[in-house]
């Protein structure tokens, strides 16, 4: 994106820096700037949430759960970002939550962030795409998806997981410069 924040200085607008307190550990908060917010933000400023976002934390999850408790969604990469996204849907009250990576060591991680569900799209059987997989198994599709991964392919089997009509795909990653994501109408 353009900054990096493993440099020692570094320049950025006023906006872009948040204080944390002196006795915080800095080897655990790192993670705040980018991975947990971004997880966090992707979920609970879905359409119909976002105007609510200026409200306390407390208030505005009441309300978030309030939405999306019975919600099923899936998470596309269960790298710190995919695991902060099935956090917050799990806290939210989605009711099932399906975690998918192609590393199976992902899985434990991702149950224990709150994924009721695991799977891997490399061991469907041959020619079974992920995007069908889900469709069918969740009749129709699903409330929301996420793409946490960067990857075009991903990201479309993420769009075309989501239920037609109402379902919601959330593109997090990003992608490579020049890729693009092409998909059926």
């Known amino acids: 994106m353009g900054t990096s924040t493993f440099s020692q200085y570094t320049v ?4 872009s820096v948040v204080a944390i307190n ?3 550990p800095l080897d655990k908060v790192c993670l705040l700037g980018c991975g947990i917010t971004t997880a ?3 979920v609970v400023k879905q359409p119909g949430i976002s105007m609510y976002f200026f409200l306390c934390c407390a208030a505005l999850l009441i309300f978030a759960r309030a939405l999306a408790e019975g919600s099923n969604v899936a998470v596309f990469g269960c790298g710190a970002i995919g ?4 956090s917050t849907a799990a806290d939210v009250g989605a ?3 399906i975690a998918i990576d192609i590393n199976p060591g992902k899985r434990d991680w991702a149950i224990k962030m ?8 490399a061991e469907l059987p041959n020619g ?5 997989y889900l469709v069918e198994i969740t009749d129709g599709g699903l409330d929301f998806t996420f793409d946490a991964t960067g990857n075009v392919n991903v990201m479309r089997a993420a769009l075309e997981a ?4 109402w379902g919601v795909s959330t593109v997090i990653g990003v992608a490579a410069a020049g890729q693009e994501i092409s998909t059926r109408p």
Do not use: Y
């Not at 950025?12 to 906006?15: G, I, L, P």
């Not at 079974?128 to 069908?132: L, V």
């Open 12 to 15: 950025v607008a006023d906006v």
């Open 22 to 24: 002196k006795a915080a």
């Open 40 to 42: 966090w933000g992707a």
């Open 83 to 86: 695991l902060g996204v099935i």
């Open 95 to 97: 009711s099932r939550i």
């Open 114 to 121: 709150g994924a009721t569900e695991f799977m891997n799209p």
């Open 128 to 132: 079974k795409r992920i995007q069908d």
């Open 162 to 165: 989501c239920h037609k009509g």
